[in-house]
């Protein structure tokens, strides 16, 4: 069975700076993954995904990430951080079978400091 | 033009009442699910369901029905509701590119 591993619970940025959130997953095969991002009090946005190809994905709001099969990993980043950017964000992974259900991180709260 | 939208938004109600929440998506998917997010933000899902195949996450219980009178709608049924039911509930629905697009949530709180 899948599973997906955000080490990070809370992180403060500034505003201005840069932001990697972090994640990895354990999947026998090439996972599908993705990033959503939670507002307070909203439903979750996607980001951006991966399913092959170029392991740099570009998504909404200037987020990018980086798949390493390497390391299990599909960190996000984002080279300058708004203060609209405060959110929990999610790592997400889908197998192809199985009605493709999400296996989500336990999220990461994103704070930006003015 | 809401893609995936869900009511109530937010549900109180008594341990032991029978309560049922909606979801519809006019994205033409055919695939659509049900997940739960607790008070500590961990999602977990619950239920996928496609042209009348359900696939059920063995932890739910069975109090926990879905319920689809057409491809557009899957309502989630819960009976005898207990204190642990509380959480947040997203329905989702999946389009033919993998890409999941989630409503806005329900907020239920068992008292």
């Known amino acids: 069975a899948q599973s997906v591993t955000q080490p990070d619970i809370h992180i403060t940025v500034s505003e201005g700076a840069s932001l990697e959130l972090r994640c990895n997953y354990s999947?026998?095969?090439?996972?599908?993954l993705f990033w959503y991002v939670q507002s307070p009090g909203q439903g979750l946005q996607l980001l951006l995904k991966?399913?092959?190809?170029?392991?740099l994905v570009q998504g909404i709001k200037g987020f990018e990430a980086e798949f390493k099969r390497s390391q299990s990993s599909f960190n996000l980043r984002k080279p300058s951080v708004h203060w609209s950017d405060a959110a929990e964000y999610f790592c997400?992974?889908?197998?192809?079978?199985?009605?493709?259900?999400?296996?989500f991180g336990g999220g990461t709260r994103l704070m930006v400091k003015p | 033009d809401t893609a995936v939208s869900q009511t109530p938004k937010y549900l109180v109600t008594q341990m032991g009442n029978d309560k049922s929440i909606k979801c519809e998506q006019n994205?033409?998917?055919?695939?659509m699910y049900w997940y739960k997010q607790d008070s500590k933000k961990f999602l977990k899902i619950m239920f996928s369901y496609n042209n009348k195949e359900l696939i059920i996450n063995e932890t739910v219980p069975n109090r926990f029905s879905p319920k689809s009178p057409d491809k557009a709608h899957l309502n989630l049924h819960i009976n005898s509701l207990e204190l642990g039911d509380s959480a947040v509930y997203f329905c989702?629905?999946?389009?033919?590119?993998?890409?999941?697009?989630f409503g806005p949530g329900t907020r239920l709180t068992v008292l």
């Open positions: 994205l033409g998917h055919d695939t």
């Open positions: 989702a629905s999946r389009s033919s590119g993998n890409e999941q697009f």
């Open positions: 997400a992974v889908g197998a192809g079978g199985a009605g493709n259900m999400l296996t």
């Open positions: 999947y026998g095969a090439t996972p599908y």
């Open positions: 991966y399913f092959s190809g170029d392991t």
